[in-house]
């Protein structure tokens, strides 16, 4: 089994270590527990720990005054903490912060453990709060870029895509195949995992709230749906007429074509005209020809619907030093 260290794993480690070391340096009591709050406040994304941070930060703070008014106003007995416990946890929900709640019983025992309540106690604790969250912040700024990951899904996606439509071909043409299916279940798997990426990209920007792949993979994902309901009907066509290999060179080219450039509008103008060809074409004489015919219109419709959804999808600007703007689309 391979064995790996994520970035997250190195930041926590390093992190820690440079809060229990100003700490100490400091000469503040209890440094170790600044350590603790850097671990606690590392996240995966930037936003999600400058909400956590906020959160434990207020928590903490909150922390002092209710342990002043508790165990000097009752006793440092274990039972007042659970008294306590009783009136502080809904407090801390009802701010909205209940990530700190876990964070803040470090407070509390700190000062439980000190047995009274003084100015530089709390002067403490709260250099330990700012040391411990500020420098989980400060080495949180820095996340690696998903970019190469999330081309590589685009990639793997389209790939898959070709495959399917190749094989749709092959059992139009032929009315038998051998494919297993699995770039269906495959394509499921990564879109979910590339929409999550794509989302956790967004988390890691401050000022923005947008991400072209997340655009562009959910696109994806509303054509994949469209290609599950489409292989249905194509397995349903049990003879092979003129239309079928229509419709085969059509997905063809299509499958061709599966990349990132505007292209839809193209093989929609195709499909139209294929329609018109159907209709101009002899009325089908049996059955059996009838449904298969009937099966091949629903499936030019449906893919009519699948090229819409691409030439609905404008994409998201964006700008760097080496491009100017650019555009992510796909058919």
């Known amino acids: 089994m391979k064995f790996r260290i994520g970035y997250r794993t190195i930041k926590t480690a390093v992190g820690t270590a440079i809060s229990i070391l100003i700490a100490q340096q400091l000469g503040l009591d209890n440094f170790a527990s600044a350590g603790i709050l850097t671990i606690l406040c590392i996240q995966v994304t930037k936003r999600r720990s400058l909400r956590t941070a906020g959160d434990r930060f207020l928590a903490c703070v909150l922390a002092m005054p209710f342990s002043a008014i508790f165990f000097e106003g009752i006793s440092y007995h274990p039972i007042v903490i659970g008294i306590m416990l009783f009136f502080f946890i809904p407090t801390i929900v009802m701010l909205k912060a209940p990530d700190g709640i876990v ?34 912040l400060l080495i949180n700024l820095y996340m690696p870029s998903v970019d190469k990951k999330l081309k590589d899904y685009q990639s793997e996606i389209e790939e898959n895509f070709k495959i399917i439509f190749c094989e749709m071909v092959c059992y139009l043409r032929t009315g038998d195949s051998n494919w297993d299916g699995k770039e269906i279940t495959v394509s499921a798997r990564l879109l979910d995992e590339a929409i999550t990426l794509a989302l956790q990209d967004v988390e890691n920007h401050f000022l923005r709230d947008d991400n072209l792949y997340f655009h562009y993979f959910k696109m994806r994902g509303k054509q ?108």
Not at 255 to 283: C, D, Q, W
Not at 303 to 323: A, E, R
């Open 103 to 136: 964070t803040s019983s470090v407070i509390i025992l700190h000062i439980y453990m000190a047995e009274k309540i003084s100015l530089a106690i709390f002067l403490n604790e709260l250099g330990v709060i700012t040391i411990g969250i500020g420098v989980a």
């Open 224 to 331: 994949f749906e469209i290609i599950e309901r489409i292989l249905p009907i194509v397995t349903s066509i049990t003879r092979t007429v003129k239309q079928g290999h229509m419709v085969a060179e059509f997905l063809e080219e299509l499958s061709e074509n599966v990349h990132p450039g505007n292209t839809a509008h193209i093989y929609i103008e195709k499909l139209r005209e294929m329609k018109k060809e159907f209709e101009e074409m002899e009325l089908p004489k049996t059955r059996e020809e009838f449904e298969t015919r009937a099966a091949l219109l629903q499936l030019v419709n449906e893919m009519n619907d699948y090229l819409i959804i691409k030439s609905s999808f404008k994409g998201i600007k964006t700008s760097s030093k080496v491009n100017e703007q650019k555009k992510i689309e796909a058919n």
